[in-house]
């Protein structure tokens, strides 16, 4: 009897949503000194939320603002 063994990918698939957040880390990395001279107390962990807050939806933000 023979047997086949399929071979593994050798190359370990992308992961989008790590890559995102690799590159938002490093933006944020990038900017926190410019926002540190305009905002002295402001953290690197509240500059790094920034970068990963959900985006806002348009229209629920035009509604609130019209009530």
Do not use: C, W
């Not at 009897?1 to 944020?28: C, G, K, S, W």
């Not at 500059?47 to 348009?58: G, Y």
């Amino acid at each position: 009897m023979h047997y086949h063994v399929q071979p593994r990918e050798t190359v370990p698939p992308r992961n989008e949503q790590v890559q995102m957040d690799i590159q938002n880390f490093l933006r944020a990395l990038d900017s926190y000194p410019a926002r540190v001279a305009k905002e002295p107390r402001i953290s690197f962990q509240q500059h790094l939320s920034s970068f990963f807050a959900p985006a806002h939806d348009d229209q629920r933000s035009n509604r609130l603002r019209h009530r």
